[in-house]
């Protein structure tokens, strides 16, 4: 079989609350250089897909940060290197890759896409590439495929993977039994023989002690990176939710065209919101019709301020150290001393930034908010951001 053209789909979007007040409505996450390499987790990403395109990746944002994305893409845009979309308003990840997958079925039916997130940071880009590739061979044989993390922890903020085949007796009381087995058994060992697993559920984020069991049982971190043919795609999803298929073709088919602009506003406030999870992967891992690559590159979502600061220690930067135990990583130009203190601090300011005796905290300051945060209770920040409206702050979010 030939091998059909890869083209990347990059979906930009969320407001990125756990990482406030760096992240803000108008400036999120993707859009941050957050590690203080000089390039945003947007411009990381590309830089990491466009070597594995055979086409010009696409960029789905939203219009309010159309114009931020792409100044940052500059000339890649400029010189057809990358393509940017804008969506009129947030509709859920299924939308937008599934608008994405229909402008290249229009173009190259065959075409393989894979949809990879704008703000994920990834250590390991060699392994991350042929995982990558594996996927793309395994979507060539008409199935949606997945890429499973090697959980270092039992992360209650990610949702799990479980493979055909493995134990079934860690799914949530509530969820349907698995398939032990997938229905193509002879698909199944081409896949193995190429270090793909099929799979037989996912399952939502658990809380700690469900998610000991899980990783027990071998089951793997779901990332939310999707491989798969563009026509495959849509065809599946016409017989889940056969208006949104139909909506994001009727806006391909006008692409180009004097009505581009009317359709999209007709057909898009239609679409249903929802997540690529609960859209395609969810019911077509229930029908055997979904793998995995088994994969470990170093991923982390930075979902929060404790994962940013993990990520910081495995990075060469600027670090305050001391023989006091002191170990003070600093992102940006601010002025910082510390004496027996162990943190992250983001600022640059002019004020300068004093610790002492703190341990296991992110220190934010900007210049219209400042946050102090222990980093083991970083996944709460969002109930803070939440009260801003309440309180008349509306303006800092």
Known sequence: MPEAPFIPVIPAGGSGTRLWPLSRRDRPKFLLDLTGEGRSLLQLTLDRLAPLADR???????????AAVREQLGDHEASGAVRVLAEPSARNSMPAIALAAALVEREEPDAVIGAFAADHLIKDEAAFARAVT?????????????????????????????????????????????????????????????GVEPVARFVEKPDRERAEEFIAAGMRWNAGMFVVRANVL???????????????REIAAAHGTDEAQQVLERVWPTMTAIAIDHALAEPLAAQGRVAMVPAEFGWDDVGDFAALARRLRDREG??????????????????????????????????????????????????????????????????????????????LR
């Open 318 to 395: 600027r670090v305050l150290r001391g023989e006091d135990g002191t170990e003070v990583h600093v992102v940006g130009s601010a002025s910082v001393d510390a004496h027996a203190s162990r943190a992250t601090v983001y600022g640059a300011t002019d004020r300068h930034i004093a610790l002492l005796g703190l341990q296991g905290v992110s220190i934010v300051d900007t210049e219209d908010a400042l946050l102090v945060l222990a980093d083991e209770q970083a996944q709460a920040l969002q109930h803070l951001v939440d009260r801003l409206d309440a309180q008349g702050l509306d303006r």
């Open 234 to 248: 849509l065809d599946e999803l016409a017989a889940q939710i056969p208006a949104l298929a139909a909506g994001v």
């Open 56 to 66: 010009p990746p696409i960029v789905v944002t939203g219009r309010a940060h159309a």
């Open 134 to 194: 594996a996927a793309r061979d395994a979507a060539e044989l008409g199935l949606l495929v997945t890429l499973g993390i090697t959980p270092t922890c039992p992360s209650t903020a990610f949702g799990y993977i479980q493979a055909a085949g493995a134990s079934a007796d860690d799914a949530p009381a509530d969820d349907a039994p698995a398939d032990d087995a997938p229905a193509d058994a002879a698909l199944a060992g081409r896949l193995r023989a190429v």
